[in-house]
């Protein structure tokens, strides 16, 4: 090490010992020393404590360099990495002594062998004794197994604290891991290389240094995360992954060490093709799903009293679900749910078809298509039905008496790897099952594992059951369109027909006069009209062809008039001025001579029907009146718009209501007003259509 070196690392241990001791005083202010009971306190000032020994001794070698400032140095080292391990696993253990997790025993005899460790290779290398190889080079692998180990802690200490304590606890486990994913750097180079890289060792006090701020920080912030850590089998995977990783780093570096002290002049090389060989068998095992599958098995059997986490499955389940919302993904969404809870690679789904009384298969994934169908009356089914059970075919084939009278059907056994048979049961009803193929690795079927699946079929079968509801609605609403449009097409033909019934009856009297052939003609012409827009109206929706534009209101209630006089009833017509309005004119035409015929029937040949047509507060207003018999409140409040309601013996009710349909389309409004033997009187009132004879321009040059 060179002497710039050398001046940089002295002010690196320097800056250790000073800020940890002023750390260290802080702590005591406080009265950590006085927290007998409280553990976590006692152990975060023992590891300041030893980090500012660490940073003093290290600047005594620097300065003397005499070897025992070395040993102490190293030591002190080893101690504060202990009490660092030793606080993560305080806070890790839960208040409850029965809640604590069975695989947690390890970690602390772990952390101590690797301190023993460490203090007997750099005891060894103190006194100049090789007893198990190079005392140096045992240094270096308990240096970094200690790193490899608090990561650990620190990574479940982080992963199992509740969202709303992340806050308080962040700026700690930011400290720690830069200083510890540092050292990790540095020792696992040393280990690989068999050399400390000297610029790395001369600001690793530095480093360390810089996370006192966040472990103040933290120490300020609450408190109450200690108390909210909870273990979670899926940290525990994590956590476990990453100790393996790192074990299995440490072995490689191990062995690639000894391959280049006894490998001669190829010994580079052969540990160099080493570490790249390892390194790509360690990806592979960690992108494998069989790996990863027995894992997790492993840690849940032997570590947890629960192999589940349910709220974790749970969350997961639900998001699987809900992650389409097309019928035809809903049933690979049900499998995949169901399969990922045990590490099935493969499922398939059986639901009734429409009009069918048997089960075939609706989806699948990564399972072979097949036709056969299970009855919904099978030996199979009922069992599901009565007992609600989860069949496993592989303890059906091994114990068959464990299922009493059932009797598996021949194409479920000859289903490649068939496994676990999963109800989907709605209440008491069973609407499909689900096979999952063989797991990955092998998983027990215990009771946990039965009412997990049972569950997960429940609100599966109720997602199902849900699309296949609105599926129906949606074909319910499909066919309520087309019979409104029907009814309305039907309405049409009523009127078309009742005009050419009475121009028969009159033909039989008048059939020899001109003009009644003259106007016989023009009927039928118009009949033929309206029927060729009725055609085109069941063919293209209820909304009537071609775009609304400007229809004369005037020029309607004319021809309305007409009508009614040419079958012996009077309309009295009262028009204040030229009117119109943006609409069709052949439904306005049809809507407005509805409302004039209702008028007629209510009313007795003495009585009175009149028509008004005028502008009010920007709007047509069309008001037909009549003395006829009237309609009650109720009647017009409840039942007057609304399909297929009429006070006709012959009538179908849909006149009124497709009328107060358009006025609204048109962005208008209709208001009825009557009595009981008195009479009714409609008010429709209509957007006006304005007409602008003269350009703006032209308005310009006269002003």
């Given at each position: ?19 940890y ?59 504060r ?5 030793a ?89 720690l ?26 600001i ?15 120490m300020?912030?609450?408190s ?45 090389a052969l ?33 947890f ?11 997961k ?38 009009g ?159 003009e ?51 079958r ?89 209501y ?25 008010k ?20």
């Amino acid at each position: 090490m060179d002497s710039s070196n050398l001046v940089l690392t002295a002010w690196s241990y320097g800056l250790v010992g000073l800020a940890y001791s002023a750390f260290a005083l802080r702590l005591l202010q406080l009265g950590y020393w006085r927290s007998v009971r409280e553990w976590s306190k006692a152990t975060e000032l023992a590891a300041v404590t030893c980090s500012a020994l660490w940073g003093w001794f290290g600047l005594a070698l620097i300065l003397t360099g005499k070897p025992l400032f070395l040993y102490f140095s190293a030591v002190s080292d080893l101690l504060r990495y202990s009490f660092w391990c030793a606080l993560l696993l305080i806070l890790l253990q839960p208040k409850r002594v029965e809640a604590s997790p069975a695989g947690m025993t390890w970690i602390a005899p772990v952390t101590a062998a690797v301190l023993v460790f460490g203090l007997m290779a750099n005891t060894l290398a103190a006194l100049h004794i090789n007893l198990l190889g190079d005392a140096t080079r045992l240094i270096l692998f308990s240096s970094m197994a200690f790193p490899v180990l608090a990561m650990v802690l620190l990574e479940q200490v982080f992963r199992n604290v509740t969202e709303d304590s992340r806050w308080n606890i962040k700026p700690l486990c930011l400290g720690l891991a830069g200083a510890f994913l540092f050292d990790l750097y540095l020792f696992s180079e040393a280990v690989l290389f068999n050399r400390l890289d000297s610029d790395a060792l001369s600001i690793r006090g530095a480093v360390h240094t810089l996370i006192v701020p966040l472990l103040l920080l933290s120490m300020t912030r609450r408190s109450d995360w200690v108390s909210k850590i909870r273990l979670s089998p899926r940290a525990a995977f994590h956590s476990a992954t990453l100790l393996m990783a790192g074990v299995y780093l440490i072995f490689i570096s191990s062995v690639g060490y000894y391959v280049r002290y006894f490998g001669g002049e190829w010994g580079r090389a052969l540990q160099l093709g080493l570490v790249f060989i390892a390194l790509v068998l360690l990806v592979v095992l960690v992108l494998s799903g069989t790996v990863r599958a027995k894992l997790r098995v492993f840690l849940g059997k032997h570590f947890f009293r629960y192999r589940f986490d349910y709220r974790e499955e749970w969350l997961k389940f639900t998001h699987t679900l809900t992650a389409r919302n097309s019928p035809q993904e809903m049933g690979q969404q049900v499998i995949r749910g169901l399969a990922d809870m045990l590490e099935s690679p493969a499922g398939g789904l059986w639901m009734k078809a429409k009009g069918e009384a048997a089960f075939s298969q609706t989806a699948r994934w990564n399972m072979a298509h097949t036709q056969k169908k299970e009855d919904a009356d099978s030996p199979l089914c009922q069992f599901m039905v009565t007992s609600g059970w989860v069949v496993n075919l592989e303890e059906y084939r091994s114990f068959p008496r464990r299922y009493g009278q059932l009797k598996v059907p021949e194409w479920l056994q000859g289903i490649a790897k068939a496994w676990l048979v999963v109800p989907l049961m709605v209440g008491d009803e069973l609407i499909g099952f689900c096979v999952l193929a063989s797991a990955r690795t092998r998983v027990d079927v215990n009771w946990e594992v039965n009412d997990l699946l049972k569950t997960a079929g429940q609100q599966a079968a109720s997602f199902l059951a849900q699309m296949q509801a609105t599926e129906a609605l949606l074909e319910v609403r499909k066919f309520d369109a087309f019979n409104r449009m029907s009814a309305f097409v039907v309405h049409d033909l009523k009127n078309i027909v009742t005009q050419l019934s009475l121009m028969m009856k009159n033909a039989k009297r008048l059939g020899d006069n001109p003009e009644f052939q003259q106007d016989m003609l023009m009927t039928v012409e118009n009949s033929l009209d309206r029927m060729r827009q009725l055609m085109l109206q069941l063919r293209e929706g209820a909304t009537p062809p071609g775009m609304a534009f400007g229809v004369n209101l005037g020029g309607i209630i004319q021809r309305i008039e007409a009508v009614a006089a040419g079958r012996g009833r009077t309309l009295e017509v009262q028009v204040s001025e030229p009117v119109l309005t943006r609409g069709h004119e052949e439904r306005l035409e049809r809507i407005i001579g509805h409302v004039v015929q209702n008028a007629f029937d209510a009313t007795d040949p003495g009585g009175r029907v009149w028509v008004n047509l005028d502008r009010v507060s920007g709007q047509a207003r069309i008001v037909v009146g009549d003395t006829g018999q009237g309609m009650s409140a109720d009647f017009i409040r409840d039942r007057l718009f609304k399909p297929f309601q009429t006070t006709k013996q012959a009538g179908m009710g849909i006149g009124a209501y497709e009328s107060f349909q358009y006025v609204q389309e048109l962005g208008g409004r209709i208001e009825v007003d009557s009595q009981l033997g008195q009479g009714t009187t409609v008010k429709m009132l209509l957007p006006l259509f304005e007409i602008q004879k003269e350009s703006d321009l032209h308005s310009l040059e006269v002003s």
